[in-house]
C-alpha cells in the first residue's frame, strides 16, 4: 500500500474518532466532556493535516484561478472576443487586404454578424473592387437564406 493510501485511510479513521467522540460528549455533562471535545477537535485537525497534501494544492488552484486570469488570460476561449476596431481602422486607412482579413475572421467566429458583410461590401464599393463587393453580397445573401430555412 503506498503512502497516499495510507494517509486516507488513517484521516477516515481519525474523522470517525472524531465524530464518535463528539457525539459521547453530547451526552456527558458540560465538564466531564471537556477532555472528549478537546480530543475530538484534535483528531479533526489531524484528519485535515492528512489530507493537506491532496487537497491543498487543487483548493489554492480553485481559489487562485480567477484572479490569476485577470493578470494572465489563458487562451481557454471558445472564440474570441467580437472587436471591430481593427478592422475598421484598415478599412478607414484603405489597407483593404488586412480589413478584408480581419472582417473574415470577425465573420468566421460570429457569422451572425450582418454589419461585417455589410462594411466589407461598402469597402469594396469605395475602393470599387468589383469581386469583393460580389462575393460578400453573396455570402450575406446565402446567410440570410439559410436563416429564413430556419
Known amino acids: 500500500m503506498n503512502w497516499q493510501k495510507a494517509r486516507r485511510i488513517l484521516a477516515g479513521l481519525a474523522l470517525l474518532a472524531s465524530v464518535w467522540l463528539m457525539s459521547a460528549a453530547l451526552k456527558m455533562g458540560w465538564l466531564s466532556a471537556a477532555l472528549l471535545v478537546i480530543g475530538s477537535m484534535l483528531l479533526l485537525v489531524t484528519t485535515v493535516l492528512l489530507l493537506a ?4 494544492f487543487k483548493l489554492a488552484e480553485w481559489i487562485a484561478k480567477p484572479f ?8 481557454e476561449f471558445e472564440k474570441p472576443p467580437l472587436s471591430y476596431l481593427l478592422a475598421r481602422r484598415y478599412s478607414r486607412e484603405r489597407k483593404v487586404d488586412a480589413a478584408v482579413q480581419e472582417y473574415e475572421k470577425i465573420l468566421f467566429y460570429y457569422p451572425e ?3 461585417a458583410y455589410l462594411e466589407v461590401i461598402e469597402l469594396a464599393q469605395r475602393v470599387k473592387d468589383e469581386e469583393l ?18
Request: charged share 50%; no cysteine; proline share 6%.
Open 133 to 150: 463587393r460580389e462575393r460578400f453580397e453573396g455570402m450575406l445573401r446565402e446567410r440570410d437564406g439559410a436563416a429564413i430555412r430556419e
Open 53 to 56: 497534501p491532496d487537497t491543498a
Open 113 to 115: 454578424e450582418r454589419d
Open 68 to 75: 490569476a486570469e485577470l493578470f494572465f488570460p489563458s487562451d
